[in-house]
């Protein structure tokens, strides 16, 4: 059987949707089916052909990394749905300002969970709702009930929980009682990004004030959340609220600078770089997962000409996939990492 990176990445791709829409006891089912067509081969042609093999395991593996990405063991706060909780962790994101009220929205990373059984250990991520800004890796403490992501109204309506729960969120809280709390550590790229993001912010709104430097904010870090409501009508009715994106100038910027050294470093060389900028930068820009993977392909292209001569995009597109359906199965279910 003749194994390419293509039909690896559908092995995988159709193993997750079917585990998603089925659980992981249909898809147990199927693997079972596989195991035997295979054993069943090997004692008709007495030939043991790894191929077929490798599609069998690699699609029990990526509908088990889905079966846990979605379970309690990586998600404790879906245990405590619709319980009052105390929670300590650490906030990973910026604030987000809401259009309609006087809250704010934050990703707040859990460390600790306590009820009236105890405190137990975590490691999870919950969409935070208050009336108090903070500032990205601020600790907290605080109280309130968990609430499960919104299910989606209807057939064409935007389904909330499924958004959240490509970027590894399953849980919200809202809450009024909290408190700073000595600083938590968190390892997180995602909050490395937010970070950096954040100081740039600050850094802009030392000289500029308004919807100007909100403008600058959203060319330069991708936050389009500090617009006046006004003004931010104005681009949404205008479709200018689409344009501004920071890959363009951030793309335009680097191959600027890459440009600049061509006369004087050796193209191998300068390839190299160019792909070292491009992970780098996808760390930074890993909220926004479509440009993310654009990124990672760009990378991938330029070491793979570098060491075979020749890139083949859609082999590039099928690592990228396979990465996903291990690493983070959910980010598949994000439309802007499909579509980008």
């Known amino acids: ?26 898809a147990g089912i199927i693997i079972v089916i596989m195991l035997a067509v ?30 846990y990405a979605v379970s309690w063991h990586a998600h404790k706060t879906i245990n405590y749905i619709n319980r009052y909780v105390t929670l300590q962790g650490t906030i990973i994101s910026s604030a987000d300002k809401s259009q309609t009220s006087d809250n704010y929205r934050y990703v707040f990373h859990v460390k600790n969970i306590t009820d009236k059984n105890g405190t137990a250990e975590a490691s999870d991520n919950i969409m935070l709702t208050t009336p108090y800004q903070y500032k990205c890796g ?15 109204m209807n057939e064409n309506g935007f389904d909330v929980a499924l958004y959240y729960k490509s970027s590894n969120i ?25 970070y950096v993001a954040e100081k740039i912010d600050n850094i802009i709104y030392s000289y500029y004030e308004g919807d100007g430097a909100a403008i600058l904010s959203a060319v330069i870090t991708g936050n389009k959340h500090h617009f006046s409501k006004e003004y931010d009508d104005i681009l949404h009715a205008t479709a200018f ?12 910027l680097i191959f600027t600078i890459i440009g600049l050294f061509s006369r004087v470093i050796k193209r191998k060389y300068r390839d190299i770089f160019a792909a070292v900028v491009f992970i780098v930068y996808a760390v ?14 760009a990378a991938l292209t330029i070491y793979y000409r570098l060491r075979y001569g020749r890139a083949y995009m859609p082999d590039t597109l099928s690592a990228v996939i396979i990465f996903c359906c291990v690493a983070m199965p959910t980010m598949l279910f994000n439309v802007s990492f499909i579509l980008s």
Not at 14 to 25: K, M, R, V
Not at 178 to 190: Q, R
Not at 241 to 252: D, G, N, Q
Not at 287 to 292: A, E, V
């Open 1 to 26: 059987m003749k194994i390419t990176p293509i039909l690896l990445a559908l092995v995988m791709t159709a193993s997750l949707l079917l585990t998603s829409q089925f659980g992981l006891i249909t």
């Open 38 to 67: 295979f054993f069943v081969y090997v004692f008709i042609t007495h030939r043991l052909d790894m191929g077929i093999l490798l599609v069998v395991v690699l699609f029990a593996v990526s509908s088990f990394s889905y079966s």
């Open 138 to 152: 601020t600790s907290l403490e605080i109280k309130g009930i968990i609430k499960d992501m919104p299910k989606k």
């Open 170 to 194: 399953f849980t919200k809280m809202y809450s009024e009682e909290i408190h700073e709390i000595e600083y938590i550590p968190v390892i997180s790229i995602y909050a490395l990004g937010e």
């Open 241 to 252: 609220h689409r344009i501004l994106h920071p890959a363009h100038l951030h793309i335009m």
């Open 284 to 297: 930074l820009q890993c909220s926004n997962i479509g440009f993310t993977r654009c990124l990672v392909c």
